[in-house]
């Protein structure tokens, strides 16, 4: 019984293609399962800027976190954790005043070149500083969107990462960046 599997000279122009194939796996499942991660949002609470069924490319080495950036993380809500993907809209040592669906950030109206959409809420929070370490998030679609305004401030260390592209349905392939995702 042979201890090896033979292999004819014909076999060896075949070594090339076999060399890529590995690589272009090793690829694969580093980018999507090693440095990233895909996130598929749930719900419209991110509207316009992705939509539900969207699948998302989230960066697991997130850096550092700026306003106007997309993050997916963790929170708790009702007693169980669940995992969301919102904007950043104020930063630790910021203070943040909520009035309806309007945001002051630092005593200024939110800066950011994104849409949003808001509705008519007649709630007031604030003003509230941010501690260090954590983040401030809403959903662009503010009157249907569970964010900090019902949760509180999410900390650094609950961030997932920062959403980069939306990769499916592949008809909405885009890259997403801190003025709202378009391109």
Do not use: W
């Not at 980069?164 to 909405?172: A, D, E, F, G, L």
């Amino acid at each position: 019984m042979p201890h090896f599997v033979p292999t004819l000279p014909s076999d060896r122009r075949h070594i090339p293609l076999l060399t890529v194939l590995v690589l272009a796996l090793i690829t694969v499942i580093s980018v999507f399962y090693i440095a990233n991660i895909v996130v598929k949002v749930d719900g419209e609470s991110m509207l316009p800027t992705l939509q539900h069924g969207d699948r998302v490319l989230v960066t697991r080495g997130h850096g550092i976190v700026q306003r106007g950036d997309i993050v997916s993380f963790s929170a708790v809500i009702d007693g169980k954790k669940d995992r969301l993907i919102k904007r950043v809209v104020a930063l630790g040592g910021d203070t943040v005043e909520v009035s309806g669906d309007t945001i002051l950030v630092n005593g200024a109206p939110e800066a950011g070149t994104y849409d949003y959409i808001n509705g008519d809420e007649a709630f007031h929070i604030g003003p509230l500083s941010i501690p260090a370490r954590s983040v401030y998030v809403l959903g662009d679609n503010r009157p249907v969107s569970l964010d900090s305004r019902f949760f509180g401030p999410v900390e650094l260390d609950q961030v997932r990462g920062k959403a980069v592209y939306v990769i499916s349905p592949v008809t909405r392939f885009k890259r997403i960046d801190a003025t709202g995702g378009r391109p």
